[in-house]
């Protein structure tokens, strides 16, 4: 009997078998928000200004225009203050609060969200 015992590949580590998620946005399945980001900042900004493969890209939401995507209406904080662009507060009250307060909240108050945020919303 050989050193074959059909299992060719079975010693990889398992970064090997996982595809690297920071390549030009290659790898994920829907589109993010600071990919896309950077990819316009790219185009904005010219290749030495945008943000490399790896770097952290800060964002903020902006309002758009209705039917838009998240990872479109994402923008660099920087370019927001400087064009006076307004900020899509109201991504923030539902998605930053409302619903990890309702996750937070629902085991033990019934009727959550009607209790909270009847009489503010």
């Given at each position: 009997m050989g050193d074959d015992d059909?299992?060719?590949g079975a010693n990889r580590s398992e970064d090997e078998k996982k595809p690297d998620p920071k390549k030009d946005g290659k790898e994920?399945?829907?589109k993010q928000a600071h990919v896309e980001l950077a990819k316009k900042m790219k185009k904005r900004d010219g290749e030495g200004n945008s943000p490399g493969v790896g770097d952290r890209v800060a964002y903020v939401m902006v309002k758009g225009t209705k039917g838009s995507r998240n990872?479109?209406?994402s923008e660099d904080p920087k370019f927001v203050l400087d064009n006076d662009l307004e900020i899509d507060t109201n991504y923030?009250?539902?998605?930053q609060i409302k619903k990890p307060l309702i996750r937070?909240?629902?085991p033990i108050i019934e009727n959550c969200e009607k209790e909270l945020f009847s009489k503010i919303i």
């Open positions: 059909g299992s060719e994920y399945k829907s990872y479109e209406n923030y009250l539902e998605n937070i909240f629902s």
